[in-house]
């Protein structure tokens, strides 16, 4: 089984418009409501995928994101917690330009935490991959994540542990590694300057322009810091994963792209999908942006199928056991 906890889960709303002027009367074209949230997003395309999977959130029972969640048919698990979960509202014009307004979300209470700590161990001891993914909610603290590693380790040494975060949280991660590391970690471009402790900007405008040489060179210092795998999204770019063993990169196949939201999400997804079907790490890589393309090529945070996957255009190469000269090196 695969399960999945979000910290922070959402009702994610799109509105989809021609376009996006400040200060205008906008008029929407189209809209929907899902339950949302990336361990919720890797858990739909997962379940979609016909795996067993079991997603953990904090939730009272008559929460909107309840129903939405129980009408995806995604075993859900929940803890209570005061407050509504939050809403993500996304607005994506016609070019595919995508505006998003994400709210805090409710706050945990340290008994609230500690109910999910141990639900995160009680789920975690019967699983054969644990994804812990999503921002951290108002209340708890900003090196959960390291913790809940140790958690799942406690629990289940076995696990593969799969971690997609940012900004403070990722960060704390990082700096706690004594404490858990996980088997995976997933950012994109920015976040691993967050990880790396580089800006995150010039990675991203390094792969914009074709050049992943950078990305590779950053990915694999963290590598060597006891990481054992690194997927690192790019967008249009594509994306490059990178272990112990080796480094590949891959380009996404044509694809008219409608919305970004859930694309990283869907990524994950498919790369954990290839892990635990056995396939080498170029296939997981291929899994991966295929899934990713997928997704961003669907309207709203629509979670794409297998069968909306275009293995065959999605190229991936070895990279060279090189350094650049980038960064001042």
Same mark, same amino acid.
């Given at each position: 089984?695969?399960?999945?906890?979000t910290?922070?889960?959402?009702?994610?709303?799109?509105?989809t418009?021609?376009s996006?002027?400040?200060?205008?009367?906008?008029r929407?074209?189209?809209?929907?409501?899902e339950?949302?949230?990336?361990?919720?997003?890797?858990?739909?395309a997962?379940?979609?995928?016909?795996?067993?999977?079991?997603?953990?959130?904090?939730?009272?029972?008559?929460?909107?994101?309840?129903?939405l969640?129980?009408?995806?048919?995604?075993?859900l698990r929940?803890?209570?917690?005061d407050?509504?979960?939050?809403?993500?509202?996304?607005i994506?014009?016609a070019?595919?330009?995508?505006?998003?307004?994400?709210?805090?979300?409710?706050?945990?209470?340290?008994?609230?935490?500690a109910?999910?700590?141990?639900?995160? $161990?009680t789920?975690?001891a019967? %699983?054969? =991959? @644990?994804?812990? /993914?999503g !921002?951290?909610?108002?209340g708890?603290?900003?090196?959960?994540y390291?913790?809940?590693?140790?958690?799942?380790?406690?629990?289940?040494?076995?696990?593969?542990?799969a971690?997609?975060?940012?900004?403070?949280?990722l960060?704390?991660l990082?700096e706690?590694m004594?404490?858990?590391?996980?088997?995976?970690?997933?950012?994109?471009g920015?976040?691993?300057?967050?990880?790396a402790?580089?800006?995150?900007?010039?990675?991203?405008?390094a $792969?914009?322009?074709?050049?992943? %040489?950078? =990305? @590779?060179?950053? /990915?694999? !210092?963290?590598?060597?810091?006891?990481v054992?795998?690194?997927?690192?999204t790019l967008?249009?770019?594509?994306?490059?994963?990178?272990?112990?063993d080796g480094?590949?990169?891959?380009?996404?196949?044509?694809?008219?792209?409608?919305?970004?939201v859930g694309a990283?999400?869907s990524?994950?997804?498919?790369?954990?999908?290839a892990?635990?079907?056995g396939?080498?790490?170029?296939e997981?890589?291929?899994?991966?942006?295929?899934?990713?393309?997928?997704a961003?090529?669907?309207?709203g945070?629509?979670i794409?199928?297998?069968?909306?996957?275009?293995?065959?255009?999605?190229?991936?190469?070895t990279?060279?056991?090189?350094?650049?000269?980038k960064?001042?090196e």
């Open positions: 089984m695969i399960f999945t906890f910290p922070n889960p959402s009702v994610d709303v799109t509105f418009v021609d996006l002027t400040a200060g205008e009367v906008i929407v074209t189209t809209s929907s409501r339950p949302g949230g990336k361990g919720i997003n890797v858990a739909h997962l379940l979609k995928a016909g795996e067993s999977v079991l997603a953990l959130a904090p939730a009272h029972d008559t929460d909107p994101f309840v129903a969640a129980h009408e995806a048919h995604i075993p929940t803890v209570a917690v407050g509504n979960v939050r809403a993500n509202t996304t994506t014009d070019t595919g330009v995508t505006t998003k307004l994400n709210e805090q979300g409710a706050r945990l209470t340290p008994d609230t935490i109910a999910l700590e141990d639900a995160v $161990a789920s975690a019967m %699983s054969d =991959v @644990v994804v812990l /993914a !921002s951290l909610p108002p708890a603290p900003y090196d959960w390291s913790t809940l590693v140790a958690v799942v380790r406690q629990a289940n040494s076995d696990a593969l542990i971690v997609d975060t940012s900004d403070e949280p960060i704390a990082s706690g004594d404490q858990g590391t996980p088997d995976i970690i997933k950012p994109n920015y976040e691993l300057g967050q990880l402790g580089i800006d995150g900007h010039t990675l991203e405008d $792969a914009s322009n074709g050049d992943l %040489s950078y =990305v @590779v060179e950053v /990915a694999r !210092s963290v590598v060597c810091r006891g054992p795998e690194l997927l690192v967008g249009s770019a594509g994306a490059c994963l990178v272990t112990a480094a590949w990169v891959a380009t996404p196949p044509p694809s008219l792209i409608r919305s970004t990283g999400d990524a994950l997804a498919g790369y954990v999908l892990r635990i079907r396939l080498d790490s170029p997981a890589l291929r899994h991966s942006v295929a899934y990713g393309t997928a961003a090529s669907n309207p945070t629509a794409p199928t297998p069968h909306d996957l275009d293995l065959e255009h999605t190229v991936v190469s990279f060279p056991n090189q350094r650049s000269n960064g001042g």
